[in-house]
């Protein structure tokens, strides 16, 4: 068995302040009974895509409490996807770094201590975050409700929580339901399953001009060629490839980006090469980014993040998958659909590498092209 001195010193120091943290007892139906003014919901989990499918679960507590104010706590990477949930009262992010600036440190655990939440969910998925339950217990609502920690190797939520929630570290449902199981089982629950992302009017206003900068109008045909995960990118001259059909076949074509596609986005870029009539969306905000893919008629992605959002927007869009299973992860929406690589080829790389190599670029063309497209206001 290997040693971790870190690892080991963190569970010790953990568990330690959970007891110091005790909150009171509650049962799922005295937790139902409670008429809470104020309830915070803390996740700290940092992959957009996960948050997103998290948004049926900010529902399902709103449906339960519809006269609560509801805030948020968040990893600064997800803000700008939940910004605008209609579900939601407040945003707030807290950011890791925050350790090393005292001062935002202290404003931070001001906005906490003076929003005087009365209960404190604890959000997870396939792991369990000390620094989420660190924040609900630093809040000083007087019961905090989170997952329990054990299967994840923690001795934190028996000791400090009010009511623990099942947990399971294996994902064997859609992510979806996987984010509602814990809730479900207190009867916090809904019957909307559908995923969320609202951009605002002003981040609207924005695509529109980026569209009028790079002379395009709404129904052009978006592409994004990278992914958070190697393994999960399809070769850049897969993505060429389907960028030159569109333009043969007379559409307009944007790709879109984010700070993790350098590699790709290069690569798909130097294929093009500099007579390209496809367009290159600048840097841009997720919020904007967002609004952007709800004025293409269609969209080609990857299996990451921005696939989820434009799930959520119902944009017409096409998914490529390899190792991971669509089953578990394809947008919940009838708006997506899968292209997935019929099996692996050697990778020195790994398990995980050699999926992508193997779709085709005429499967994805016949898929893409075949999609029905959306209606587009001027």
Partial sequence: MSFHPYRNFKRGLSSLMARLSRRPPLTAAQLLALKPRRILIVRQHNQMGDMVCATPALRAIRETWPEAELALVTAPVNVEVVRHNPHLDEVVTFDRRMWQHPVLMFGFLRWLRNYQAEVAFVLGSVSFSVTSAGIALASGARYVVGGDSAPFGWDVSRHAFSLEMPSEPVQVTHTVEHNLAPLRALGITTSDTATVVVPSPGEIAEARRIL???ELRPGFWAVHPGAGK????WPAAG????IGRALAAG?????LHGPADARPLAELTALLGPGTAARLAPPCPVGVGAALLQLADRFLCNDTGVMHMAGALRVPTVALFGP??????????DEVVVVRSPGRREDPR???FG???NITVDDVWRTWNGLPGQPMDS
């Fill in 324 to 333: 991971t299973d669509p089953v578990l992860w394809k947008p919940p929406a």
């Fill in 239 to 242: 993505f060429a490839e389907m």
């Fill in 350 to 352: 790994g398990g995980e």
């Fill in 230 to 233: 190697k393994q999960n990118i």
């Fill in 212 to 214: 009028d900068e790079l």
């Fill in 355 to 357: 999926w992508m190599e």
């Fill in 251 to 255: 559409h307009r074509v944007l790709v």
